[in-house]
Nanobody, 123 residues
Framework: QVQLVESGGGLVQAGGSLRLSCAAS????????MGWFRQAPGKERESVAR???????YYPDSVKGRFTISRDNARNTVYLQMNGLKPEDTAVYYC?????????????????WGQGTQVTVSS
């Protein structure tokens, strides 16, 4: 079992930055693919970043160049640095863990989810 707890959300003006953190329990954190997702009101949840156990990263075009995912296996923590925030980045952000690189390519392949943290970007 892995428990995930996100923190770092809040209210920020457009153009500002936030860093989200996701603390994980369990001794096998380093073996998991970690992902960040977000869900805006009335919209489906979408992936915004993914980092493999080997620290390979993936970003969709919507956040590429603005968001950076990283992990600290010694602290069992994954981060999402968000720069140049836009009002359309407003959403609840979720951390998730997948025990399969192939599984991590789809939302359904994530085994564990955090409770989410709200990010609000004002214009």
């Amino acid at each position: 079992q892995v428990q995930l707890v996100e923190s770092g959300g809040g209210l920020v003006q457009a153009g500002g930055s936030l860093r989200l953190s996701c603390a994980a329990s369990g001794r096998t954190f380093s073996s998991y693919v970690m992902g960040w997702f977000r869900q805006a009101p009335g919209k489906e949840r979408e992936s915004v970043a993914r980092i493999s156990s080997g620290s390979s990263t993936y970003y969709p075009d919507s956040v590429k160049g603005r968001f950076t995912i990283s992990r600290d296996n010694a602290r069992n923590t994954v981060y999402l640095q968000m720069n140049g925030l836009k009002p359309e980045d407003t959403a609840v952000y979720y951390c998730a863990a997948s025990n399969s690189l192939l599984g991590s390519l789809r939302e359904s392949g994530y085994n564990y989810w955090g409770q989410g943290t709200q990010v609000t970007v004002s214009s």
